[in-house]
């Protein structure tokens, strides 16, 4: 199975970083942007300056914002739009000639209405495809700086993970295999709820053993959550559960922890995402989460703290004090 050319679906940070990344692998890669104007600047001024500013893109990096061309050009297809509109951009695909490509999905979300990882709702929508997981902790702009950062390829299909890992590792990108498509999508998926959650300590003023504590009884929560739908527990414990949960609750580069802490501060959700370019997935995945959980009847005392304050306009400290306060229990 030999990948020649890469198409990229969606010009946000993270997809233009793979875009970058790859033509300096030298592959042939189109990237593909909803936004014409975005797509018309970017082109003029081979940067990204909306969502990965200061990083030149290869001449090699063709773009465009017809969906036909981005498709038929690539052997591989990489999906890279925000998971809110993943089922608007798989209905422009089903319109083209998607069959006998490889799809490797990159974003991370839990659908808020059928509860459905993001490679579900792929194969959902286009007959028959292969799809590969790539998740890990990837803040775009390292990456696209060549700063040493690991990832994970996830199929049931081992071998075709293993096409996927050769064709993204380098010497600053290192990929791992795993099987566990269920734990990779999870994992990657609801830390950005615990994200969040470590944001608001921030916000708050709170030290570091809070953020300690969110974080690793976060941790378990993710676990508890990923184990009970068929996800093996130890890959909570690698690079797609507590590594990415590690990067996007410290970083100070993470949307999703910056979202939390402005929450933290007092402000109001609906503010807050409109003073951003980029989309935080946790205040999506929080609401899914948070249903899933009362459905399976799964303990998540975080992910609830958050869902309340983003959606029940509990006041953030009120939500600390209640976690703090709970019935005690054994660790």
């Known amino acids: 199975m030999i990948i020649k050319k890469i198409s990229i679906i969606g010009d946000g940070g993270w997809g233009t970083t793979l875009a970058v990344h790859l033509a300096r692998q030298k592959y042939p890669v189109i990237l593909w942007g909803h936004f014409s104007e975005n797509i018309a600047q970017t082109a003029r001024s081979r940067e990204n300056k909306r969502f990965l500013p200061g990083i030149k893109i290869p ?7 017809d969906i036909n061309e981005a498709v038929l050009f690539g052997d591989l297809i990489v999906l890279s739009t925000p998971s809110e509109y ?3 951009t798989l209905s422009k695909i089903q319109k083209t000639s998607y069959k006998n490509k490889i799809f490797v999905s990159v974003i991370k979300g839990i659908d808020p209405k059928s509860f459905k990882r993001m490679s579900e709702i792929i194969k959902d929508h286009l007959t028959k495809v292969p799809v590969v997981v790539l998740s890990g902790p990837t ?12 990832a994970v390829a996830a199929c049931a299909d081992h071998q075709l993970a293993a ?6 590792n380098s010497p600053t990108f290192r990929i791992y295999t795993n099987t566990d498509v269920i734990g990779v999508e999870f994992g990657g998926s609801v830390k950005n709820v615990i994200a969040l959650a470590c944001g608001i300590c921030d916000g708050l003023g709170l030290g570091t053993n809070a953020k300690a504590a969110v974080l690793t009884r976060g941790l378990v929560e993710v676990t508890r959550l990923g184990v009970s739908l068929g996800a093996r527990q130890e890959t909570f414990y690698g690079l797609t559960g507590l590594g990415d949960l590690v990067t996007t609750c410290f970083s100070p580069d993470s949307r999703n922890r910056s979202v939390g802490e402005a929450l933290g501060r007092g402000g109001k959700i609906k503010d807050v995402l409109a003073g951003m370019h980029a989309v935080a997935e946790g205040v999506v995945t929080a609401r899914a989460v948070y249903h899933l959980a009362q459905k399976k009847k799964i303990a998540m005392p975080i992910v609830t703290e958050v869902y309340k304050i983003i959606f029940e306009k509990k006041a953030p400290q009120r939500a600390m004090y209640d976690l703090m306060n709970r019935s005690l229990k054994s660790e």
């Not at 803040?139 to 690991?150: D, F, L, M, S």
């Not at 096409?163 to 993204?168: E, G």
């Open 139 to 150: 803040i775009a702009g390292e990456v696209a700086q060549r700063v040493p950062t690991t």
């Open 86 to 88: 993943l089922i608007d």
């Open 59 to 65: 001449r090699q990096v063709r773009l465009t914002c």
């Open 163 to 168: 096409v996927i890992q050769k064709v993204f």
